[in-house]
């Protein structure tokens, strides 16, 4: 029996393990991949907005000689702060459901890579898992092509490559300026009438002279509406409509969070949002001894939270823990 259960290995879900160690809180973390998948399923060369030290958990420095700092040493530095605090981590490990029993404590059912079941136990847990896994698809036509993929990860399979990039946000910007330079013949399609106003503000001037020089043909207030094995098919808002010569579709239209694990141990459900029911002053759902951390809490709102906010849900969690002695008894 665990004191705390944490599923999910990110930034979030290591700083809540961080600060129940804090508290004297024996704490498991459970991760269906590894360490901060999420982190390293970002494109290779990413340039996070953040400084290093907005990313920092439980008190270990992040140096960097870059102001701000990129994908790799996101992953040198947490493995180090999880190896600093010794963390405890269930790696490949996936949570199947959490289910609350009558004496106040949790269930946590589980599978690992081999396949075999295992139930372990908690008097709390924490729902860390993050947004990665589940992509927003369009649903048109064609989507389900192997030339179509939701994630980018570098550019230089698409050398010489005619490549549509869907999406108008800082991922669907940095990924057309890595492909215009290796040399891939870009088409970026957005429904809005101007890419986002949250674009990295040293990285829109590139982009826009990009767009000027017509190194990227930026397609506004437009749509793909069906994807062929050569083609794209490109709705205007005005009516028109044009197909497109294409190899490779990039689709980044964002994820969603799964809402499975919340739902399977009660918490009650937003249903136009994916937005879990909790107490914003200590994460705890509508679930007593169950709580949320990091970008789950902010359902289909993704925006909403960062690792340099999500990172101080742990703290908040941990001392409610505590200073409210929420053990099984005194919850029943």
Request: contains cysteine; glycine residues 8%; charged residues 20%.
């Amino acid at each position: 029996m665990k004191d705390v259960i944490i599923i999910g290995a990110g930034p979030c879900g290591l700083s809540a393990a961080i600060e129940c160690q804090r508290q004297g809180l024996s704490s498991l973390i459970i991760e269906k991949s590894f360490i901060v998948h999420s982190i390293y399923l970002y494109p290779t060369n990413m340039q996070f907005f953040s400084t290093a030290e907005l990313l920092e958990i439980g008190g270990v420095p992040f140096t960097s000689p870059n102001e701000k700092p990129y994908r790799h040493e996101a992953l040198v530095y947490y493995r180090r702060a999880a190896a600093q605090h010794k963390l405890e981590i269930a790696a490949y490990e996936e949570v199947q459901t959490v289910e609350r029993l009558t004496d106040g404590t949790f269930a946590v059912h589980t599978t690992n890579k081999r396949g075999a079941q295992q139930t372990r136990q908690a008097a709390n847990v924490v729902i860390a898992t993050g947004y990665f896994d589940q992509p927003n698809l369009i649903g048109i036509p064609g989507e389900e092509l192997p030339k179509v993929t939701h994630y980018f990860g570098e550019a230089h399979p698409y050398t010489g490559m005619k490549v549509t990039v869907i999406g108008g946000s800082n991922s669907a910007v940095d990924a057309a300026l890595e492909l215009v330079r290796v040399g891939a013949a870009v088409d970026m399609v957005y429904r809005g009438a101007s890419i986002s106003e949250n674009i990295k503000p040293w990285v829109r001037p590139i982009f826009e002279s990009m767009v000027l020089k017509e190194k990227i043909s930026l397609h506004l207030e437009s749509r793909v509406t069906e994807i062929t094995p050569d083609s794209v098919k490109v709705d205007k808002s005005g009516g028109e409509s044009v197909w497109l010569d294409n190899d490779f579709v990039l689709a980044l239209t964002g994820f969603r969070p799964s809402r499975a694990l919340l739902t399977s141990a009660g918490v009650v459900m937003d249903d136009e949002m994916d937005k879990p029911a909790f107490n914003p002053s200590t994460m705890e759902s509508n679930i007593p001894g169950l709580y949320v951390a990091g970008v789950i809490a902010s359902g289909r709102n993704a925006n909403e939270v960062f690792i340099e906010t999500g990172r101080g849900h742990g703290k908040l969690i941990a001392d409610h823990i505590r200073t409210q002695s929420l053990l099984p008894e005194a919850r029943s």
